[in-house]
């Protein structure tokens, strides 16, 4: 009778988590991510590193690694300009290959206007090449008497479309592939409503703003701040 083959520990640091496996004279080695920064928390069988402002996480033994990587979002319009578009977002694993200090960047949400000014957009949160578009600006009313809409900016996901005078269509920015999707479109106020298209969000596109009632924004539920959650477990058993 042929026993299956066992798993072995390797002898080494106890920092390192190496382990071999050996099956049929193939040896396969699994590294573990060893590292520190942020906020550490272990729970549920993973480390946890998060990062809500700029850092480092410096990396003692390469291995495998989740990440979510949120950034910052675009600020809204004003008198009837449309809501900002959500920070891009992020979630899947990788692999760092080489030990050493790695930068984490986190995004700002964009400028808030008071006025008929174009609103800010929101900056890129950044770790190991990967990179969360900041959320595109809403599109904001000129004074009168043209109200005439700027154009909403593109972004992780697209701010939304201010309301409009008479036939104009305000439309919403475009939304980033894999990160978030587009802004609604603003259309003519009608009587009292006088609100803009929802910013696009990880969730969904925002929603149009039918006779200037307003939309809604395409957020996620629970959508969290401008942030990134690096994750691995820091032991694997084989």
């Not at 106890?14 to 699994?30: F, G, H, L, T």
């Not at 993973?46 to 675009?74: D, P, W």
């Amino acid at each position: 009778i042929r026993r299956p083959p066992r798993s072995t520990r390797k002898e080494s640091s106890a920092a390192s988590d190496v382990y071999k496996r050996q099956a049929d004279n193939i040896e396969v080695e699994i590294s573990n991510l060893v590292a520190s920064g942020g906020t550490e928390v272990t729970a549920g069988g993973y480390k946890y590193h998060t990062f809500t402002g700029s850092g480092n996480l410096t990396v003692t033994t390469a291995g495998s690694f989740e990440y979510l990587i949120v950034a910052g979002a675009g600020a809204g319009g004003y008198d009837g300009g449309g809501g900002g578009g959500a920070g891009g977002l992020l979630q899947s694993s990788g692999v760092i290959s080489t030990t050493g200090t790695y930068p984490v960047v986190i995004g700002a949400g964009g400028a808030a206007v008071t006025g008929y000014t174009q609103p800010g957009s929101g900056t890129a949160s950044t770790f190991n090449s990967l990179s969360a578009t900041g959320g595109g600006a809403a599109s904001y009313c000129a004074p009168g008497p043209s109200y005439t809409p700027s154009t909403a900016s593109a972004g992780g996901s697209g701010g939304g479309g201010m309301l409009t005078n008479s036939n104009q269509i305000s439309n919403g920015g475009a939304g980033t592939a894999g990160q978030g999707n587009a802004g609604g479109n603003g259309t003519a106020y009608s009587g009292q409503n006088w609100r803009g298209a929802g910013g696009g969000g990880a969730g969904s596109a925002g929603a149009d703003n039918p006779s200037g009632a307003g939309g809604n924004g395409g957020g996620a539920a629970g959508c969290p701040p401008p942030n990134i959650h690096i994750r691995f477990r820091p032991l694997l058993l084989i």
